[in-house]
């Protein structure tokens, strides 16, 4: 079948699709300047080839992904739930509480007094792959098995859902904002490097400055989804059978959860919770997904790929 780069119903659709996203974000906050990049890349893909048409319908899951993350703007958690600042603080003590003299702390206080110069290095470089690591996986995928693709791509986005139904019924403050604020709600506060900016003034660029700046919701911290990015790259890892590779994911996955405590981004009972979820959906999905009807679907969606 040759490949038809404009017809009516196309031109309609990414035009209704555009103009819905340009409205949509002007109504949640303000139209910026990757919403404007993500419509160009949109077109340029779609438009360009039939291969670059493909790989961005494949993609449009993470898209999607990012829409929603993006918008959550528009409604603050803490409007919708009584945010949580305190009790996750007090039950992180009282699991991992670390004993420094006559005082007991946090494992993220006691990281953010005895920190290495190394191990900010490291935790910097671990983190800042969080997202790219995830999306050069699932390149991988694309090319070489299309399945294990669409079915990584929709847990990556069925966790990433129910992420963040969990924020907005139980709001959690991150370590860094008792360290920062204590236990009382201020609202509008931005988002923050925390530990991080060691990692900044160590090769002198605020990359994660700038990352953090951009952050839709502050609130956020449980279940983590730091820790539950990493375990699904090396569940379809392991069902791909990477054999070596994995090591390395699985490296990259204990990184990740040991450089989100170190920085005091994220409590271990925040890690805890988004392993648990991540485990509950990639278990449920794998089941659901080899039904009939849903495994039809996967592959309908395979074809347009």
């Known amino acids: ?3 038809k780069r404009f017809t009516k119903k196309n031109i309609i ?11 949509w ?3 949640v906050g303000g139209l910026r300047s990757e919403h404007v990049f993500l419509i160009v890349l949109w077109f340029v893909m779609f438009y360009a080839t039939e291969k670059t048409r493909k790989f961005i319908l494949g993609f449009s899951i993470f898209i999607i992904y990012w829409i929603i993350y993006d918008s959550m703007r528009i409604l603050p ?3 919708v739930s009584q945010a949580h600042i305190r009790q996750p603080y007090e039950y992180e003590k009282s699991l991992f509480g670390i004993a420094d003299g006559n005082t007991l702390l946090t494992p993220n206080e006691y990281f953010a007094l005895y920190h290495k110069p190394f191990l900010d290095l490291l935790s910097g470089l671990f983190y800042i792959n969080w997202v790219p690591v995830p999306l050069a996986f699932g390149v991988y995928l694309y090319f070489k098995d299309k399945y294990i693709f669409t ?3 929709l847990v990556f ?3 990433n859902i129910f992420g963040f139904i969990i924020y907005y019924i139980y709001p959690a403050a991150p370590p860094w904002y008792v360290q920062l604020y204590g236990f009382d709600l201020h609202i509008g506060v931005p988002g923050n490097r925390a530990g991080l900016a060691r990692f900044d003034n160590l090769i002198g660029i605020p990359v994660f400055k700038n990352i953090y700046n951009k952050n839709a919701n502050v609130l956020a911290a449980m279940p983590s989804l730091h820790a539950t990015y990493p ?3 090396l569940f379809y890892g392991i069902k791909k059978g990477l054999k070596k590779i994995n090591i390395i994911f699985a490296i990259f996955m204990l990184g990740i959860w040991f450089s989100a405590v170190y920085s005091s981004h994220h409590y271990i009972i925040d890690l805890i919770a988004g392993v648990v979820l991540a485990l509950i959906v990639i278990l449920l999905f794998e089941k659901i997904s080899e039904k009939p009807f849903f495994n039809k679907k996967i592959q309908s969606f395979i074809k347009q790929i």
Do not use: D, P, R
Request: charged fraction near 5%; charge should be positive.
């Open 231 to 233: 375990l699904i790259v």
């Open 77 to 79: 958690n803490y409007k």
């Open 25 to 27: 974000n002007i109504f």
């Open 157 to 159: 986005l069925l966790v």
């Open 13 to 23: 659709t990414n035009i209704i699709l555009a103009i819905t996203y340009v409205l």
């Open 1 to 3: 079948m040759s490949f």
């Open 151 to 153: 079915k990584f791509s």
